[in-house]
Every structure is written in structure tokens, then in C-alpha cells.
């Protein structure tokens, strides 16, 4: 079956996204193809499988719906991610929420105004 095989994150700075996402995710960035463009280095543990959903359009930012795909990073904390997200100039939009039974999940905004979820994944979760 078809499925997602590549995510692009936009910026109107893309030096200061580069900074944001290697300080917040220890991604590495590498020059590929016209200036400006990167692909993404998340290392050798990244999954090679991708879960999507289909769900409601809604406003992770307030007043501004949701245009584009939304994507969450998987993350090992989910409160040091908030640290490491607010401390490199972004901002947390959605507060922490608990899924039973799948995990952590929190929404932020990166200093372009991306907005994106962690989700600290926990099976036991209540």
C-alpha cells in the first residue's frame, strides 16, 4: 500500500529552524539539492514505519485552523521536550494530555510558527 515516506518542515529562517530541531531533537542536517534545502539526519534508531490518521480539522493554534499535515516526533520525555522546546524559542500550544494506554502527547509551535506534537509513547499510560 501506499504511505508517507517524507515530512518537510517550512521556514521563512531556515538557519534558525536548523538550530531549533538539532538542539530540541539531536537531528543533523545535511545540504542536499537547491540552496536552503536539507534532509533530515534523525538518526539510526528512527522508525521505518510511519502511523497516519484521518481526523476533524482543528486549531492547535488558537484562531488559526490547521492547513497541512500535522506531525508528532516521538520523543523519550516528554517534559524534557517541553524544556528543550521553550528554552530554544518555541512555545507549547496544546498543554500535556494523557491517552490511555498509548502515551504523553503535547503540541508546540517552532519559531517559524510550525506547528507539531511529541508524543512520549507509554503503553501503560492512565
Known amino acids: 500500500m501506499p504511505h508517507l515516506a517524507h515530512f518537510?518542515?517550512?521556514?521563512?529562517?531556515?538557519?534558525?529552524?536548523?538550530?531549533?530541531y538539532e538542539r530540541v531533537f539531536g537531528w543533523?542536517?545535511?545540504?542536499?539539492g537547491p540552496p536552503g534545502f536539507y534532509q533530515?539526519?534523525?538518526?539510526a534508531g528512527a522508525p521505518t514505519a510511519v502511523l497516519g490518521a484521518l481526523q476533524g480539522r482543528r486549531e492547535l493554534v488558537k484562531g488559526q485552523p490547521t492547513?497541512?499535515?500535522?506531525?508528532?516526533?516521538?520523543?523519550?520525555?516528554?517534559?524534557?521536550?517541553?524544556?528543550?522546546?521553550?528554552?530554544n524559542g518555541g512555545k507549547t500550544v496544546l498543554e500535556k494530555s494523557?491517552?490511555?494506554?498509548v502515551g504523553a502527547l503535547m503540541f508546540f509551535q517552532d519559531p517559524e510558527g510550525n506547528a507539531f506534537g511529541a508524543i512520549e509513547f507509554n503503553a501503560e499510560a492512565e
Open 8 to 20: 518537510a518542515i517550512n521556514a521563512n529562517d531556515v538557519a534558525r529552524a536548523r538550530r531549533f
Open 28 to 32: 543533523k542536517f545535511n545540504a542536499w
Open 40 to 43: 533530515i539526519d534523525m538518526g
Open 67 to 87: 492547513i497541512g499535515y500535522e506531525c508528532t516526533i516521538s520523543v523519550s520525555s516528554i517534559d524534557d521536550t517541553a524544556k528543550a522546546v521553550l528554552a
Open 98 to 101: 494523557i491517552i490511555v494506554g
